[in-house]
């Protein structure tokens, strides 16, 4: 894709992007620091409400950062991955403490925080302050293998040249730099996805060395397919719902409702006391962390 290419990619996003409450004018870097960490590994429908709420009861860091770990992890809810919740915490009371409550825009000064890595750190200097980075997820990994190196899909991922390779797109204007990174994304997203990509809407689809190609399939190592039932991180979930449903903590016996297999119980339970996400009282009640 060359300068042209993009124009015409940030002119459809311009009239197609969804209307995303944090893409909203007047959404501070906190905001899109809050959405960032929320949409990893989750869909935008079921995040957005839970934003909304979030932005609504802590607006800035320090309110945040004031909150116990327990009334986060009740305000998470079903979103998964708790541990990013305890991360957003951490993270906040950092900025409030350290930054003036003020989210930070230099990308090395973001990774400083806790728990924020490379593809975050950039999304919120691009996304919230408008710079010049290269923001790689994995839509951007496909738009970029079928545009650019007419592959059906992106193989294993290397941030070394994934970053490179989406540098090398980005205009030298800061600004139309980082609404190229949202359009990539939003491109991946909606338009070139992984199954049924839907390349009559695409508007680089005339530059897209895939369909140059002929469009070949993916050719790579196999991906490994996620599945939810009857793993850890379902029996993890129960019990956390256990806790989050309770206004006081819980007995062990109540928690071994949760799951019949005790043995796989116990292990996902000790791994929530060990990740900080529960923890046991004097009298051997379980509560989460703050909450006895």
Request: glycine share 8%.
């Amino acid at each position: 894709m060359d300068a042209a290419d993009l124009a015409d990619l940030t002119d459809w996003f311009d009239r197609t992007a969804r209307d995303l409450a944090w893409r909203r004018p007047g959404t501070t870097g906190w905001g899109v620091l809050v959405s960032e960490i929320m949409l990893q590994q989750t869909p935008v429908a079921r995040v957005e409400p839970i934003w909304l709420e979030w932005m609504a009861r802590w607006p800035v860091p320090s309110a945040l950062a004031a909150a116990s770990q327990g009334e986060v992890l009740r305000a998470w809810g079903k979103l998964g991955y708790p541990r990013r919740a305890l991360r957003l915490h951490a993270a906040a009371t950092a900025i409030a403490t350290d930054h003036g409550d003020v989210v930070p825009a230099d990308v090395d000064t973001l990774l400083g925080l806790p728990g924020i890595g490379a593809y975050t750190a950039r999304a919120v200097a691009a996304f919230a302050y408008g710079q010049r980075c290269p923001v790689v997820d994995t839509n951007v990994r496909r738009v970029v293998a079928r545009a650019v190196h007419g592959a059906g899909d992106a193989g294993p991922p290397s941030t070394t040249r994934d970053l490179a390779d989406v540098a090398k797109l980005l205009p030298q204007d800061p600004a139309t730099a980082a609404k190229a990174s949202a359009a990539l994304m939003e491109l991946g997203a909606v338009v070139c996805v992984a199954r049924g990509p839907r390349c009559a809407d695409c508007p680089v689809f005339h530059a897209c060395a895939w369909q140059h190609n002929g469009r070949p399939a993916y050719d790579g190592p196999a991906k490994a397919v996620q599945r939810f039932a009857g793993t850890d991180r379902q029996v993890r979930g129960l019990l956390l719902d256990v806790l989050r449903g309770s206004a006081e903590p819980a007995s062990k016996a109540r928690l071994d409702l949760a799951w019949s297999d005790a043995g796989q119980r116990d292990r996902c339970l000790d791994s929530l006391l060990v990740d900080g996400l529960v923890e046991q009282t004097a009298n051997g009640m379980f509560a989460l962390p703050g909450e006895h």
